[in-house]
């Protein structure tokens, strides 16, 4: 039985490269303001930076923009607690077209690629205004003494995704139906400094701050 997980997981990724290949053809160059416009200042209590990656990292990627940002909550932001808050990290990475194997990396494949142990994995349902609740995945991961929560989804044509082979069954639909595969990995990293939990309540109030900016810049669905 424990088998049957990994057979369909199999199936369905050479499902979806089958047909993205067969259903190839040009598709329309969406407008979306780049990432690049991102505003450095949230909500009038985030201050930002771009950091960006590495060139053989992006050659690796083969994005279609992104962004590689850190956040800091200014001093007296409402929702700071005592003390210093640990940095915020934010990135995106968007594919105008995923057809050709340029895809958003897994964080289940890529942070244990880089050292990363995952402790706990889960779903969870964040309240977002205007938009109900967003099911999203939240990680807790370990490097050492270090560890990270790790918000993250896939948003691809309007849906906020949390499952990966989820998202990739509604790739091979879009593309059938809407000649559409662009989409985007989102993920919220915060080092744990105190507890994991107070780590996770900086996530959650970061990626409610956001979500309304972000929106501006994702193709509409």
Request: with cysteine; glycine share 8%.
């Amino acid at each position: 039985m424990k088998k049957w997980p990994v057979i369909v997981a199999v199936v369905m990724l050479m499902s979806a490269w089958g047909s993205l290949q067969v259903l190839s053809h040009g598709e329309p160059v969406l407008a979306k303001k780049r990432f690049a416009e991102f505003p450095l200042t949230i909500a009038e209590r985030w201050q930002g930076k771009e950091f960006g990656l590495e060139q053989n990292i992006l050659d690796v990627l083969k994005l279609s923009d992104y962004m590689m940002r850190g956040y800091v909550l200014q001093p007296g932001g409402t929702g700071q607690r005592e003390g210093k808050s640990a940095p915020v990290w934010l990135y995106v990475g968007f594919y105008q077209s995923q057809r050709t194997g340029s895809t958003y990396h897994s964080p289940q494949n890529c942070l244990p690629g880089a050292g990363w142990q995952f402790v706990e994995a889960e779903q969870v349902a964040v309240p977002i205004q205007g938009a109900g609740f967003l099911t999203i995945n939240k990680v807790l991961i370990q490097k050492g003494l270090d560890k990270q929560v790790i918000l993250y989804w896939y948003q691809d044509r309007g849906r906020v995704i949390a499952s990966e082979y989820v998202a990739k069954g509604y790739l091979i639909w879009d593309a059938m139906t809407k000649n559409r595969t662009d989409g985007a990995l989102v993920r919220i990293a915060v080092p744990v400094t105190s507890t994991a939990d107070q780590a996770y309540q900086q996530a959650v109030a970061f990626f409610q701050d956001i979500w309304p900016v972000l929106q501006d810049y994702m193709p509409e669905a």
